[in-house]
């Protein structure tokens, strides 16, 4: 327990590699000439991101903690570290022509989504209430302007202030919520929260006090408010559709993963890792919204034309399965959380990467009828997509299908059966509408004057797309390694599960 | 020798379901040449279906369970096994899909428009799933393969269909994915409880009662499972999906989807409903029968007014699979024998009217009765055939719907009359709407002088019809060669509290080991 210096850096390796990338891309960009500099920094950044899931997996061997207890690294934290930088480097990958017909400067982009990574990767790792805000808004504002690079259209201008203001009201919750913890606890640690709230025993300026159970119930509350609006959850979800809608596609693809992956080990951390004992008051809390979000993200999503907004709000869908997993037991749901947002990133990520490139200049072919005939125009688009869709929609033999297993397993196994009833109910009406865009794609003719226009096979693109669906398909065949690193990640979340009964409901 | 025989059996289930998909990689990989193609289709679906005449010619008469199985750990946590085995009653249908696909690629060689080579794909994708479906027996992989089934059937009809296609293609996929999700919460259920999906493991279980909080689920477990069997056979009321997917399907996809998919449902009937859940089967058993009985009659009603010939066609599916249906909700030996004997007529019966029905529509382009007539003076082979199978498919003695059709119905008379009597009527019905059918489209003035110039049918048609009339003949005339293999193993599945003492005590402290170890 002892901070190590040495090995304090080895535990933020993969930031600092990370934040140095960010720094070269940003010294070096106005050095490179005007033109075709996007693929030469696409290529670097890529590399970097590459460099930094390869620290995580070197960090994995020195787990324990650094920087005065506020960093922890184990076997929770280098899954999400992974999972990020794994996310970061497609979206790159799969922004390379995007940005070309797009016409979007490279250099700050690139620079941003390093910087927006390393407050994710800081999100997974941080076991320290105030350092997890910083990484949030260090995420957060990467975000907020990726959000509006499309600075010629108005709906990403939008999509960016909208993302702000909403998400920096979101923060503030959080940070309330923070504050009412350190008045419960007298801490900010999430260990000595838990600690305090397993004791019910403080130790206020030297002399002992007692814990202010209702304030804590109330600080959790708030963070989850502040979270709930990260991972996109009813009833904190109303900002999804515009902001997706909005946003550069790329940017969507990193947007609906990666902060929501990071917000999610953030909450698993507050939910399960310290505030134990309140598991009575925020079960309901976590109830509720999956409830909430599965019903309102289905449905919605069945009326949208745009397959932006439909993935939105398959994605407001997707949080609520991922908080089914939160309202079960903890020993089985904190594993089964931890893959379905792997899965749900590799899925998601290789959507949004077809949205992306078949959305042409100014993002024009994003309704559902530009995607009529596309099985005919473009085979390989077309098939990657159906995969894509088909995994959202849960079919066996994909990573979408063990995902909603595992979580409704775990539920089942807790005894959640109305809310796996519901789950089940949406999983169906989902079927619905990820079904229509293949039915678009495979039966109906292209559109007139759409017929000749070419969809060129683009090497980072294919690169990426066939990256995500053979890991979609591989979690569907072969679910095994993933599944052991997110029971061992869930073990090392909560050394105390075992003991701990109370929160086995 | 021995050992041979012994490889080759535990790997025959494999190659059977795997071959097809191999020939869909094939294809896929192909240049877009449409004869290499529709010959690599040809070729890999009689080599599948002469890999599936390995199970009957070295079948181990009066052994108990399943045979030619093999089992394996596909994934360890969940516990999902790669187990494959067939019995009396799935072998059939498992040499049904195969012997049917064959003659689809033949019915589709020149019918086809638009994309060749992913329908092949589709057709043999389709089939990988069909049979995987019969041979699972871990309730995962059953369900992995059911669910697959939809996606290559939703697409052909989507892609190749006729004009209301995306209606039906999308019709057809939402009943079926709705309906299996219930199923899907009851497989689960079984292993939060018993921490297996394996079928013999679960069977043994529920038979010892070593399974916890089974009798306060078993109701619910019950219906989930009937659900999505229900839609799929379809029962009465859940039927409305089928004569919009038949009527828009391509030839060969109303051939598999009225010959083979229709069959999962009673399949998954009998295997699951009645075997799993006896005491819940009897209980409801009356009202079952009741709906199968309104199917058989309200579906011949419907088909006798019908001017669409394939709309005729699917609704005497639905009258056809209510006596399947019935019969197996007699738990008679006589009536589940001749269930299962009736899914193998029909599927032969039916698949070959689907496939005459489509000869015509490539010669006409319409199902309307009444642009027909008088046909049997230019078509006299195919009018000839026409007539065989429509006796088949009526329940003509010496031809295959007989024996199917009186083994139900004795069976329905010996569990109650009036079963059997209402039953009986639906055959009445059955030859009235096929003969009026059959009067209509080939007796009678050729009205439309476009009829009389038609061909008759041609080389490649006789090919793919005659043996299909000469299977509906020997399945009536040498029924014992498939009763033989069926008989015992529906008096397995009908007594299941017979298995042997010594085994069942075994399999249940696997069980609970198994559950230990999964908590």
Partial sequence: ?505 | MNDLIQGSNSLILTLITFVPVAGALVIALMPRKDGAIKWTALITSLLTFALSLHLPSHWTSGARGFQFAVDAQWISSPNIHYHLGVDGISVWLVILTTFLTPFCVLVSWKSVHGALKEFFVLMLILETAMTGVFVSLDLFLFYVFWEATLIPMALMIGMYGHERRIYAAVKFFLYTMVASVFMLAAIIWFYVQTGSFDYVTIQNAIQSGSIAGFNRAAEFLFFGFFIAFAVKVPLFPFHTWLPDAHVEAPTAGSVLLAGVLLKMGTYGLLRFNATLFPAQAHEHALWINILALIGIVYGALVALVQPNMKKLVAYSSVSHLGFCVLGIFTFTQMGVDGAVYQMLNHGISTGALFMLLGMLYERRHTYEIKEYGGLATPMPVYATLFLMITLSSVGLPLLNGFVGEFLILSGAFSAWKWYGIIGTTGVIWSAGYLLWLYQRTFYGEIKQPVNALLRDADGRERISLIPMVAMALIMGVASPLWIRMIDPSVQQSLRPTSVNAASATKTSTQVVAMSKSAK
Wanted: charged content about 10%; some cysteine; glycine content about 8%.
């Fill in chain 1, 1 to 505: 327990m002892t901070p190590n210096p040495d090995l304090s850096y080895v535990r933020i390796l993969p930031e600092l590699v990370l934040s140095v990338w960010g720094i070269i891309v940003m010294v070096i960009e106005p050095l490179l000439p005007a033109r075709g500099s996007h693929k030469s920094l696409g290529v670097f950044s890529f590399i970097g991101t590459l460099v930094a899931m390869a620290a995580s997996f070197y960090q994995a061997n020195y787990p324990g903690w650094g920087w005065f207890n506020m960093i922890r690294v184990d076997e929770f934290s280098v899954f999400f570290h992974v999972l990020i930088c794994a996310i970061s480097a497609i979206v790159i990958l799969a922004s390379f022509e995007y940005l070309d017909t797009q016409q979007i400067r490279g250099g700050e982009y690139y620079a941003l989504i390093l910087f927006g990574t390393v407050g994710m990767v800081l999100m997974s790792s941080a076991v320290e209430l105030v350092l997890i805000f910083i990484a949030l808004e260090i995420s957060s504002i990467s975000t907020y302007i990726l959000a509006g690079f499309r600075r010629r259209a108005a709906t990403s201008a939008e999509s960016s202030i909208k993302y702000f203001l909403l998400g920096s009201f979101a923060t503030a919750f959080f940070l309330y919520g923070v504050a009412l913890m350190f008045g419960a606890t007298g801490s900010t640690s999430i260990y000595t929260i838990s600690n305090a709230l397993q004791s019910g025993q403080v130790t206020v300026s030297g002399s002992p006090a007692a814990v202010s159970y209702g304030l804590a119930y109330v600080a959790v509350a708030l963070m989850f408010v502040g979270i709930g609006f990260k991972v996109a959850s009813a009833p904190f979800h109303i900002w999804t559709p515009d902001v997706y809608e909005g946003a550069p596609a790329p940017v969507v693809a990193l947007m609906s993963t990666g902060p929501k992956a990071a917000a999610f080990a953030v909450l698993l951390r507050i939910l399960f890792g310290a505030a134990l004992d309140t598991g009575k008051s925020w079960f309901w809390l976590v109830w509720i919204s999956a409830a909430l979000s599965m019903t309102l993200g289905n449905l919605g999503a069945l009326l949208q034309n745009n397959v932006k907004r439909m993935l939105a709000y398959s994605s407001i869908a997707h949080a609520g399965y991922l908080l089914v997993a939160f309202a079960a037991r903890g020993d089985i749901g904190i594993a089964a959380a931890i893959f379905y947002t792997a899965s749900y990133a590799a899925m998601n990520v290789g959507a949004f990467a077809v949205v992306s490139h078949f959305s042409r200049s100014g993002e024009r072919y994003v309704n559902m009828e530009d995607y009529s005939g596309l099985g005919k125009r473009s085979p390989v688009l077309a098939a990657t997509l159906s995969i894509f869709l088909l995994s959202l929609l849960g079919l066996p033999a994909t990573g979408g299908f063990f995902a909603k297993f595992y979580v409704f397993n775990a539920a089942i196994k807790s005894d959640l059966i109305w809310l796996t009833v519901i789950g089940l109910i949406n999983s169906a009406i989902a079927s619905y509408y990820y079904l229509r865009v293949i039915v678009v794609m495979y039966m109906y003719e292209p559109q007139e004057g759409e017929q000749k226009l070419q969809l060129h096979a683009a090497p980072g693109l294919t690169a990426a797309l066939v990256i995500t669906a053979v890991i979609t398909i591989w979690l569907g065949v072969k679910p095994g390694n993933v599944l052991d690193y997110a029971n061992r990640g869930a073990l090392r979340l909560l050394p105390s599960v075992q003991q701990s009964s109370k929160l086995s409901r």
